[in-house]
């Protein structure tokens, strides 16, 4: 996790990343996607990895949401190897078909790329994540997948190791040895 940013960036595929915005901390589940603003620093954060420009709507928020709630859905379903809802399914396909690349216009007689509008750049960005979503579960990491092992952890991860059991084990993977080293010490008392 990157300690001067406020999201839990993993280095894990973005969809996942954007998922792990739900976060638990003292026992209450926390939206870190709170807002609009919000939404802003995370598109800065993965600016790397995911193309926008501009401020975003309170359309934009919402809709990312809502594909974050279709994507957590479908990796629960993927992990479970149970059937997702249909709505998570649709929610997911409807992203991917959604429109939001540059178009090229004529003016006069001169032919120019115009950008695209606040509509297509955002179903731009929800296509690129469902895409990414399709990617991990459908990829050769798809059995892969994993929530951390810490029970008040809700972040999730790509098991590269078969032995990986937490999300970070500079976070969780400590937080459990530590409680263990305190657990054998107070037996040992």
């Given at each position: 996790?990157?300690?001067t940013?406020?999201?839990?960036?993993?280095?894990?595929?973005?969809?996942?990343?954007?998922?792990?915005?739900c976060?638990?901390?003292n026992?209450a589940?926390?939206?870190?996607?709170?807002?609009p603003?919000?939404?802003?620093?995370?598109?800065?954060?993965?600016?790397?990895?995911?193309?926008w420009?501009?401020a975003?709507?309170?359309?934009?928020?919402?809709?990312?949401?809502a594909?974050?709630?279709?994507i957590?859905?479908?990796?629960?379903?993927?992990?479970?190897?149970t059937?997702?809802?249909?709505?998570?399914?649709?929610?997911l396909?409807?992203?991917?078909?959604?429109p939001?690349?540059?178009?090229?216009?004529?003016?006069?007689?001169?032919?120019?790329?115009a950008?695209?509008?606040?509509?297509?750049?955002?179903?731009?960005?929800?296509?690129?994540?469902?895409?990414d979503?399709?990617?991990?579960?459908t990829?050769?990491q798809?059995g892969?997948?994993?929530r951390?092992?810490?029970?008040?952890?809700?972040?999730q991860?790509?098991?590269?190791?078969?032995?990986?059991?937490?999300?970070?084990s500079?976070?969780?993977?400590n937080?459990a040895?530590?409680?263990?080293?305190y657990?054998?010490?107070?037996?040992?008392?």
């Amino acid at each position: 996790m990157d300690p001067t940013s406020r999201f839990p960036l993993l280095g894990e595929p973005l969809s996942l990343d954007l998922v792990n915005l739900c976060v638990r901390r003292n026992g209450a589940d926390i939206d870190l996607l709170d807002s609009p603003a919000a939404l802003d620093a995370w598109l800065r954060a993965e600016a790397e990895r995911l193309s926008w420009s501009g401020a975003a709507s309170a359309a934009d928020w919402l809709a990312v949401r809502a594909l974050r709630a279709a994507i957590a859905e479908l990796f629960r379903a993927r992990r479970e190897e149970t059937r997702p809802t249909a709505t998570a399914l649709a929610q997911l396909n409807a992203a991917l078909a959604a429109p939001g690349r540059s178009r090229l216009v004529w003016t006069g007689r001169q032919p120019r790329l115009a950008p695209p509008g606040a509509r297509a750049r955002r179903g731009a960005v929800l296509q690129q994540l469902a895409a990414d979503a399709v990617a991990v579960l459908t990829g050769p990491q798809a059995g892969r997948l994993r929530r951390c092992a810490n029970p008040d952890c809700v972040l999730q991860f790509i098991a590269s190791n078969p032995r990986r059991r937490w999300c970070s084990s500079a976070l969780c993977g400590n937080r459990a040895r530590v409680a263990r080293h305190y657990r054998r010490h107070r037996e040992a008392a």
